[in-house]
C-alpha cells in the first residue's frame, strides 16, 4: 500500500477524504484491514508527508485514529487530548495541517465511555484536570438543561454529554479559527462529527459539513 504524495493529496477532495476513513473503518470492524509494509513507508515519507486529513480524537488507549481507521504512516495527523476538546494549540496545529500541509479533512472523534466526559459530569475537580474538564462543562449544561438527568453520570447521560462535546469541538475549530473557517467556506476543507463505540469499534458519522 503506498502512501499519499504531493499529487494524490492535491488532487483529493473532502468527501474522498472522508470516504477514506469511512472505509477504514469498515475494514477495522471487519478484521480486513490493508497489508501494509511500514518499513517501506517510512522509506516513502523520508522527505517529506501528505496527510489526506486530520482526526482529533481522545488520548483513550482505545481511539487511535491510525487503527480504527485503518490507516498507515503518511496518511493522517492525529491529535489526541483527553476528552477531544479544542484549545489554542489544537487549533494551530489542525491551521498547520490544513493550511501548510493540504490536508482535505477535520474530523472531530469522540467515544463511549469516556472518562474525561464521566468526570466532566461528575464535577471532577484535580489539579490541572480541573481546567480540561471545563471545556466539556458547556456540553453537560446543555444536556442538563434538555433532559434534567436525576443521575448525572448515567450511562445515557453521559452518552448524550459525549455526542454534545463532540458537536461543540467542531463548532468551536469554526468559531475559533478564522483560517479553518475561510478554507470551509471556500470549499478547500470539511469537517465531520464521528462517535466511536468501544465496544463495537463501529464508528457512527453524526455531523457532515462540506460546503
Known amino acids: 500500500m503506498k502512501v499519499h504524495n504531493a499529487i494524490s493529496q492535491a488532487n483529493l477532495t473532502p468527501r474522498q477524504a472522508f470516504q477514506f476513513l469511512k472505509e ?4 477495522f470492524v471487519n478484521n480486513l484491514k490493508l497489508n501494509r509494509n511500514l518499513l517501506n513507508q517510512i522509506n516513502d515519507t523520508r522527505h517529506g508527508q501528505w496527510p489526506f486529513a486530520v482526526v482529533l480524537s481522545c488520548i483513550d488507549s482505545r481511539t487511535s485514529a491510525e487503527l480504527i481507521f ?32 493540504g490536508s ?16 466532566a459530569c461528575k464535577h471532577v475537580k484535580l489539579g490541572n484536570i480541573t481546567e480540561l474538564l471545563s471545556k466539556i462543562r458547556p456540553a453537560v449544561e446543555e444536556v442538563a438543561q434538555r433532559n434534567h438527568p436525576s443521575t448525572p453520570d448515567a450511562p445515557e447521560h453521559v452518552e448524550a454529554v459525549a455526542h454534545q462535546n463532540i458537536k461543540n469541538s467542531l463548532e468551536q475549530i469554526l468559531e475559533r479559527s478564522s483560517i ?3 478554507m470551509y ?3 478547500e476543507i470539511g469537517l465531520v462529527a ?9 464508528v457512527e458519522f453524526m455531523d457532515e459539513m462540506f460546503s
Not at 477504514?24 to 475494514?27: H, L, P, S, Y
Not at 485503518?70 to 495541517?97: C, H, K, T, W
Not at 464521528?194 to 463501529?202: I, N, R
Request: proline share 0%.
Open 185 to 187: 467556506q471556500n470549499g
Open 180 to 182: 479553518l473557517n475561510e
Open 104 to 119: 482535505k479533512l477535520i474530523m472531530v472523534v469522540g467515544h463511549s465511555k469516556c472518562g474525561a466526559v464521566i468526570s
Open 70 to 101: 485503518d490507516q498507515g504512516l503518511g496518511d493522517v495527523f492525529s491529535v489526541r487530548i483527553a476528552g477531544n476538546v479544542v484549545n489554542a494549540d489544537i487549533l494551530g496545529s489542525m491551521e498547520y495541517a490544513c493550511k501548510v500541509a
Open 194 to 202: 464521528a462517535y466511536y463505540d468501544v465496544e463495537t469499534g463501529v
Open 24 to 27: 477504514g473503518n469498515e475494514r
